[in-house]
């Protein structure tokens, strides 16, 4: 898992003069060595055990991963799941014809038996979280290579993860924070049988679209609503007629009471990765490369899209998922560029680092220890800036392009696996039934593929883009 457990806290919503918000990021299970006192004071009832516990039932068994990322609630003692319209998108998308256009229309469950399957949709429920910062410690040295110690890390991650999970169903991961500095074991419980109850019309859920989107504040119904299922033992089973909701540990209850100015507001969930470390080198290849390069390659994409889906309703409904999500990061790096310029990120950064060349400078130990630091960073990042235009290309217009291209490079993992000396039948076998499924996804499309018309055009570009970074003749 990619994703992990956090609490965001926005201490004070209101706005009067006197009044001050306040916000911070943690792991649920520091939140009463760190936090707590503060929290209280600002208007939390509820006690770290109600919060995150291992042996009672608290808010982070009814906080689920939904999906490969988004977060999703337990709001009820029947496993009814609430999560957002554009998290449950691809699934309504997934359900819908020219027949049943639910993406257009919204879409109801009556009754249970009403509620739609959806294979490969999963839900992911934290178990625990274990401090594994020491044992990972012990097999690293400053003195490793870069491949060494990732190598050593991979090593000691797959030892811990087989004893946590050893004789149980569960799935776990270990995850490095702070850089590589500490290093946090998750225990997971994962449900593969959920099933679509409700999504409101699109007119609702995507209101303001494009425009709206990472906006404050927005007037949209971004919501849609699941069930998870398990077998009659509550433990996760495959999609079967013969499973029950899940009866979970801990469901949230409804309040409509409403919020009032000054209340305290805390949010339980999984956010994605932070480049909250990058350095001032990062933040110039952002600006002057990366992030526009995105954002060009994807306007031709969604434009290219639009056209066909407007002037074919079965496009429309095929292509829907694909356009939102590639729209989705459109609008992302548009803001992030606009808000890296107007915050000054990049002067804080070098000024940041100009103080940190200055610690340095003060004693000769650590000049000996970190004195070239930013020098090899910046280094690497200049070779980094060399490829960074093809790299995109690639990845953008090609790997997730037309689908044909973006599906060929999923066979480089087979290939990789046969070529092994020793084949390992169970690997490849499972690397089989992922590229199988996959090309399910892929018929779904492929008789009608808006975006293969920029393949030339993106194939053109790409090598072009090559050629010039590397010096090579056009």
């Known amino acids: 898992m990619k994703k992990t457990l956090l609490i965001l806290t926005a201490l004070v919503l209101g706005l009067a003069p006197m009044t001050k918000a306040d916000e911070g990021m943690w792991l649920p299970i520091f939140i009463e060595r760190l936090n707590y006192v503060d929290m209280q004071k600002e208007g939390l009832h509820l006690t770290p055990e109600e919060i995150y516990s291992i042996?009672?039932?608290?808010?982070?068994?009814?906080?689920?991963?939904?999906?490969?990322?988004?977060?999703?609630?337990?709001?009820?003692?029947?496993?009814l799941l609430l999560t957002n319209h554009h998290c449950g998108y691809s699934s309504i998308q997934a359900h819908s014809s020219l027949e049943h256009d639910y993406l257009t229309n919204g879409f109801w469950a009556e009754t249970l038996a009403d509620e739609l399957p959806n294979p490969g949709l999963k839900a992911t429920f934290l178990v625990r979280i274990e401090d594994v910062t020491k044992r990972v410690q012990e097999v690293l040295s400053d003195t490793m290579s870069e491949d060494s110690r990732w190598k050593a890390v991979r090593k000691i991650s797959k030892e811990i993860t087989g004893e946590a999970t050893d004789g149980t169903h569960y799935t776990a991961s270990v995850r490095s924070f702070f850089e590589g500095n500490e290093f946090y074991l998750f225990v997971y419980e994962v449900f593969t049988d959920i099933r679509l109850v409700g999504a409101p019309p699109s007119s609702i859920g995507k209101f303001g679209a494009d425009t709206d989107n990472w906006m404050w504040p927005r007037h949209t119904g971004d919501?849609?609503?699941?069930?998870?299922?398990?077998?009659?033992?509550?433990?996760?089973?495959?999609?079967?007629?013969?499973?029950?909701?899940?009866?979970p540990k801990h469901s949230l209850p409804i309040s409509v009471a409403g919020v009032h100015e000054g209340?305290?507001?805390?949010?339980?969930?999984?956010?994605?990765?932070?480049?909250?470390?990058?350095?001032?080198?990062?933040?110039?290849?952002?600006?002057?490369?990366?992030?526009?390069?995105?954002?060009?390659i994807r306007d031709k994409k969604l434009k290219i899209m639009l056209a066909d889906m407007q002037a074919d309703p079965a496009v429309r409904i095929k292509y829907a998922s694909k356009y939102a999500g590639t729209s989705n990061y459109w609008k992302y790096y548009i803001g992030q560029t606009k808000g890296l310029k107007r915050l000054h990120v990049y002067d804080k950064k070098v000024e940041l680092e100009n103080r940190f060349s200055d610690w340095v400078d003060a004693d000769n130990a650590r000049k000996e220890k970190y004195g070239d630091v930013l020098k090899i960073i910046s280094d690497a990042y200049s070779t980094i800036e060399k490829y960074e235009l093809a790299r995109i290309y690639l990845r953008e217009a090609i790997q997730r392009g037309s689908e044909l291209p973006g599906f060929a490079n999923n066979f480089s993992n087979l290939a990789y696996q046969l070529s092994k000396k020793e084949v390992d039948r169970e690997k490849v076998d499972k690397t089989i039934s992922y590229l199988k499924n996959g090309k399910k996804d892929i018929l779904k499309t492929i008789m009608n593929p808006p975006t293969a018309n920029c393949l030339p055009q993106c194939l053109k570009c790409i090598t072009k883009t090559f050629r010039k970074t590397n010096n090579l003749p056009t």
Not at 62 to 78: K, L, N
Not at 228 to 239: E, H, Q, S
Request: glycine share 10%; hydrophobic share 35%.
């Open 55 to 79: 042996n009672h039932s608290s808010l982070k068994d009814a906080v689920a991963i939904f999906g490969g990322g988004c977060t999703s609630e337990i709001i009820s003692d029947q496993g």
């Open 223 to 247: 919501f849609s609503m699941f069930r998870v299922y398990a077998d009659k033992d509550g433990n996760p089973a495959p999609y079967s007629e013969d499973n029950v909701p899940l009866k």
């Open 263 to 296: 209340d305290f507001a805390m949010i339980l969930g999984y956010p994605g990765s932070t480049e909250r470390y990058m350095t001032s080198f990062g933040i110039k290849l952002a600006l002057d490369i990366s992030n526009n390069t995105i954002v060009t």
